[in-house]
């Protein structure tokens, strides 16, 4: 595989208004992204950005970014776009889809995102970690997901719901928004239409489950922390100040 890491940023996001820009211990959220995804050493990196506010903050720290399309409706969209600007020669055959809002992710889960993509011959990969917490099961912002594996840590995903799915005593899987697509399958995903599920669950997804994609699942140790809100903002900076990364 030749991988790379595209990492959609955008100061759009209703919750917390120009996020990638925010700082975290002096350091704007999207540079703390891009270290944890050097950290993984597994590909080149890139930064799909959607205001030029995004690369102007970037350009001290010495990372790779692009100009997108603000109007874009995803995040999957707009890495697609970034990778048609950036790879017209098609180096890259594998793309790893880093949200912009993770700064606490470890390589742990890059890595196995990218190591499950060939367990199975997938269409693409995702990850998520066992839920501990009762709470959790039932609330409607973790996404949990299904899986049939096929080992004790890696599988296929069946189905992803803002409900606590499967029924009955067993282990529930939060999952974690991190992508791993060969490239034909992101072109794919990119050309198709919302589907009904992904629309109905708001669960973007679904739309490669309604479409006969297939997506393995690996599973992961820790969930890292996803920064939609000051509070978690918050949480994070406090993380990343105990663990002094």
């Known amino acids: 595989m030749k991988p790379i890491i595209i990492i959609p940023s955008r100061l759009q996001a209703t919750r917390l208004p120009n996020k990638p820009l925010a ?5 704007p959220l999207i540079a703390h992204v891009v270290r944890r995804a050097k950290e993984s050493n597994v590909a080149d990196i890139l930064v799909a950005a959607s205001n030029q506010e995004i690369i102007d903050v970037l350009a001290p720290y010495n990372i790779q970014a692009i100009l997108t399309d603000p109007n874009l409706p995803s995040g999957s969209d707009r890495i697609q776009q970034a ?4 790879d017209k020669a098609k180096k890259y055959d594998t793309i790893i889809n880093l949200q912009g809002d993770l700064p606490t992710i470890n390589k742990e889960c890059i890595e196995g995102a990218l190591n ?6 997938y269409d693409l990969t995702t990850i998520g970690a066992a839920i501990n917490n009762e709470a959790d099961k039932n609330n409607p912002n973790i996404v949990k997901v299904a899986v049939s594996f096929f ?3 890696i599988g296929k995903a ?9 029924w009955g005593k067993g282990t529930m899987y939060h999952h974690i928004g991190l992508y791993v697509y060969k490239r034909e399958a992101l072109a794919k995903f990119t050309q ?4 009904p599920l ?3 669950e708001k669960l973007e997804q679904l739309r490669a489950l309604e479409n006969n994609m297939s997506i393995g699942f690996k599973v992961v140790n820790t969930i890292p922390i996803g920064v939609d809100t000051l509070e978690e903002l918050q949480k994070a900076e406090k993380y990343l100040q105990q663990h002094k990364i």
Do not use: V
Request: proline share 9%; charged share 20%; hydrophobic share 40%.
């Open 116 to 121: 499950a993509l060939t367990a199975g011959d």
């Open 158 to 166: 069946l189905y992803f719901s803002r409900a606590p799915i499967p």
């Open 23 to 27: 700082l975290l211990n002096g350091i």
């Open 83 to 86: 990778l048609d600007k950036f």
């Open 198 to 200: 992904e629309k109905q």
């Open 192 to 195: 198709l239409a919302p589907s």
């Open 151 to 153: 080992d004790n840590n």
